[in-house]
């Protein structure tokens, strides 16, 4: 046998020694770059590392600039935008209460007005997927014989605003009700009721004119043809699939703690707190409460249309034919409208809340904009955010 000496032994340990010293680096090397590149896959979802910062301080400066309007103060606004190039930008500003001063945060609750009428015209269009609603058949034929014209207004032509009925909101009789007693519940009914004392605007399908009865009516269709109540029908057709847990229809007219109160303006022209009031006013079209996080979801699904056939999407997203004179950027499909041709999506307005919803095809952006007040100018801050954020696309 060869005889190893003690040298020997030593040298081979030491070289077994190397080899595992080298092998621990090369591990720890790789795991250094895991780590990093676990990293800088989290740090897409980091708000402030998203827009540089003057992209951020002109963002935040139209805001606070918008948070005055015709020499009334806004309380408090949320706003994001999420971009797939650029990433998110999420911000709360102002209040959120007023008595006791409350600052406002980005998981406050909203009343989202006629951002509803996107859930209505989605269930619509999921019973027409399964057979059980005709787009073109007159609701007439769906028992609803007790409206204008209804042996030819269409369910599509309620959906699209183009019916030409009457709107219950502009009912004086309405109107009053509901300013003295906002926590007066209403019946779907009784609303259509009010609506119908008034002649209609013009015949279906000859010109567009955005009318809350449209929707009200469709909320009874849901209910008619169903068999289930409108609200269980959007909670187990929409909100619980997506997993929407802040979205819901209040049941009560009072909001707790996890909702900002909301401000209105009355006819002395002083801002006064208009949280309180019972959602059956406006019901199937507008009477639906959500946060921000929610919306953000929502306008993504309304746009790419995950919960429908792709043949009743690109119903959903067709432009009924007519534009409003006041409102050039607007063209009004089935529940959303395409403004200025670039992005889809929803406005809503109820006593003391307003509130838009934007999603953008061609580049998957979302915008989202929230205010405690309904007379906040929703609109002339989403031109100005999203001419920031894509300036090569708007031209407003």
């Not at 590392?49 to 606004?77: A, H, W």
Request: aromatic share 12%; net charge negative; glycine share 8%.
């Amino acid at each position: 046998m060869k005889k190893i000496s003690g040298d020997g032994i030593i040298n081979n340990i030491i070289a077994m020694m190397n080899k595992e010293i080298i092998m621990f680096i090369v591990l720890l090397f790789i795991m250094s770059v895991f780590v990093l590149f676990a990293n800088s896959c989290n740090k897409k979802d980091d708000v402030s590392l998203i827009f540089d910062k003057k992209t951020v301080n002109e963002l935040e400066d139209i805001v606070i600039e918008k948070m005055i309007y015709q020499g009334y103060e806004i309380p408090g606004m949320i706003v994001g935008i999420w971009t797939p190039d650029q990433g998110k930008w999420v911000q709360a500003f102002g209040n959120a209460k007023l008595n006791p001063i409350t600052g406002m945060t980005v998981d406050k609750g909203f009343r989202i007005g006629s951002v509803t009428k996107t859930f209505t015209a989605t269930v619509i269009l999921q019973m027409v997927d399964r057979g059980q609603i005709d787009l073109d058949e007159t609701i007439n034929n769906l028992g609803f014989n007790d409206v204008h014209n209804s042996d030819m207004i269409t369910v599509k032509q309620l959906l699209n605003m183009t019916s030409g009925l009457p709107d219950y909101i502009y009912d004086e009789e309405f109107i009053d009700a509901f300013l003295n007693n906002p926590t007066n519940v209403w019946t779907p009914q009784e609303l259509v009721d009010m609506a119908m004392v008034r002649p209609v605007n013009f015949q279906p399908g000859e010109n567009y004119e955005y009318c809350n009865t449209n929707y009200i009516l469709l909320g009874m269709i849901i209910e008619e043809i169903s068999g289930s109540s409108y609200e269980s029908m959007v909670e187990s057709n929409i909100i619980e699939p997506l997993g929407l847990t802040n979205t819901f229809f209040p049941e009560v007219p009072y909001l707790n703690e996890d909702f900002c109160s909301g401000f209105s303006i009355n006819n002395e022209m002083d801002i006064y707190n208009g949280t309180v009031m019972d959602p059956s006013f406006a019901w199937s079209a507008g009477g639906m409460v959500s946060n921000l996080e929610d919306m953000s979801l929502w306008a993504r699904v309304l746009g790419k249309g995950t919960l429908l056939s792709n043949q009743s999407q690109q119903e959903r997203m067709t432009w009924n034919g007519f534009s409003g004179e006041d409102e050039p950027y607007i063209k009004y499909g089935l529940g959303g409208w395409w403004y200025s041709d670039i992005f889809y999506g929803h406005t809503g307005v109820a006593r003391g809340y307003s509130d838009a919803i934007y999603y953008m095809p061609s580049t998957e952006t979302v915008f989202v904009i929230m205010a405690n007040a309904d007379y906040a100018d929703i609109d002339s801050i989403f031109q100005k955010l999203s001419t920031v954020v894509y300036p090569e696309y708007v031209e407003w």
